[in-house]
């Protein structure tokens, strides 16, 4: 990005990079939908419109288009989050809890479904495990990090660290108690309890 | 079990219910591995030496067997949970944080990683879908029972009810973070400190 490029090259690698987006896109959408098992390159290109070789030269292996692909879109939705609160821990007293939703929020959705079917694919596969283990690190991390500066929580703070991983452990059980029905009235039940126990548990 | 069986059926009955016990547990055992593509009838009558005629006596179906297996599995660790508290909240006071504990142990190993997989075939496939989620209902139902009455909650109390919700959703997210990697040494720190919020809650 910081590189000088020459004007004549530019409109080919943003062409690039859109093929690039709307395979990424397409992928997440057809795990959702389909599953490990149902999900191909080759229907993963017919759904975004590009050619088999296209989308192979973008990402060789099976295993490469869907990890990127569960990765970009946490990276987007990690964005959208950080945008929504602009203030963090600085905004209203209320915002606490306004926070404590909308990461919930992430675990539900179709890229939550999408990194389930992955997630489950990976613990029977060896070679998916490996990847999928790294970017679930990854991804953890960064999310433990966002909710950590939202919620305005300071970890040196006895137990602080252990009440924001349950809140997330908990919005992921949450997301899949959400995979067969729609849970979305006793989640906000829940929800609403347990982020006025996280507040008292931060302090 | 109450009805006067005649002395020359029971060995027959026995070997019936011994056979049947034997699929059942075969085939949560194949589930945990192979995943609900790697899990057909034939392959749980291999593993539990029993013909493929006689599991179809037992199961017409595919998913009556696998359904049946994840409930049968269920209801013998709900029986083992209530035998390990047999006071339950008449215990002595720091059985509480036993309780979160064994209730958190229910969403490790293989009986939820077969769950995990029935769920998550079953949110693609409809004819499954329909039985999975009348199967979770009475799961879920059963599960909160034994977590309220082990941990001594009063539902009457305002909140009690999301409080002991949570904790069981946070369980389940936590089963799924163990998927690929082991977690225990993180998810100990998480229960002692959501144990604690939870016996605060629950006054």
Same mark, same amino acid.
């Given at each position: ?8 090259? /530019? ?7 859109? $093929? !690039?987006?709307? &395979?990424?896109? +397409? @992928? %997440?959408?057809?795990? =959702? *939908? ?17 050619? /088999? ?7 060789? $292996? !099976?295993?490469? &288009?869907?990890? +990127? @692909? %569960?990765?970009?879109? =946490? *990276? ?128």
């Amino acid at each position: 990005m910081g590189a000088v490029t020459p004007a004549d090259r /530019r409109p080919k690698q943003d062409r690039s990079r859109a $093929t !690039r987006q709307r &395979l990424l896109q +397409a @992928a %997440v959408a057809c795990l =959702a *939908e389909h599953g490990w098992a149902g999900s191909t390159v080759s229907v993963v290109a017919e759904r975004a419109g590009v050619s /088999r070789g296209a989308a192979q030269h973008h990402f060789p $292996t !099976r295993e490469d &288009l869907f990890t +990127a @692909a %569960v990765e970009y879109v =946490a *990276e987007e939705r990690s964005t959208a989050l950080r945008a929504l609160f602009p203030q963090g821990a600085q905004g209203p007293r209320g915002d606490r809890r306004a926070v404590a939703g909308a990461l919930v929020d992430l675990f539900t959705g179709p890229l939550f479904r999408a990194a389930l079917h992955l997630w489950v694919a990976a613990s029977n596969e060896d070679q998916l495990g490996a990847r999928v283990t790294e970017l679930e690190t990854r991804v953890g991390r960064e999310t433990h990090r966002i909710a950590v500066e939202l919620l305005g929580a300071d970890e040196s703070r006895p137990g602080a660290r252990e009440s924001v991983q349950g809140f997330l452990d908990m919005a992921r059980g949450l997301g899949l108690a959400n995979l067969l029905t729609d849970d979305a009235a006793r989640r906000d039940r829940v929800v609403a309890q347990w982020a006025a126990m996280l507040d008292e548990a931060l302090g």
